[in-house]
């Protein structure tokens, strides 16, 4: 995502709160706060070398898992 800017200078008699006022309006107007809640809980999916090396693991534990049950070891 681009790096936005946003500035907002004070006038000569204008006070704190109406800044901060004229700040968060100019946030709300460049859709900031949207773009970043809608990619808040955007996951990445999983390369397949990470599935195919997951997939091969529990595969390998399942024939460990078998082994010992033959042997008694497990139930």
């Known amino acids: 995502m681009a790096k ?8 000569s008699n204008e006070n704190n709160a109406s800044i901060l006022r004229r700040f968060s309006r ?12 809608s ?3 955007n996951e990445r999916k999983e ?3 990470k ?4 997939a091969l693991k529990r595969m390998g534990r399942r024939v460990e ?3 010992l049950r033959k042997l008694g070891k497990v139930k």
């Open 4 to 11: 936005t800017v946003i500035e907002v200078t004070k006038n």
């Open 65 to 67: 898992i078998e082994k």
């Open 26 to 37: 100019k946030i709300q107007e460049s859709n900031i706060i949207r773009k970043v809640k």
């Open 47 to 49: 390369s397949k070398l």
């Open 51 to 54: 599935i195919k090396k997951s």
């Open 39 to 41: 990619n808040r809980y």
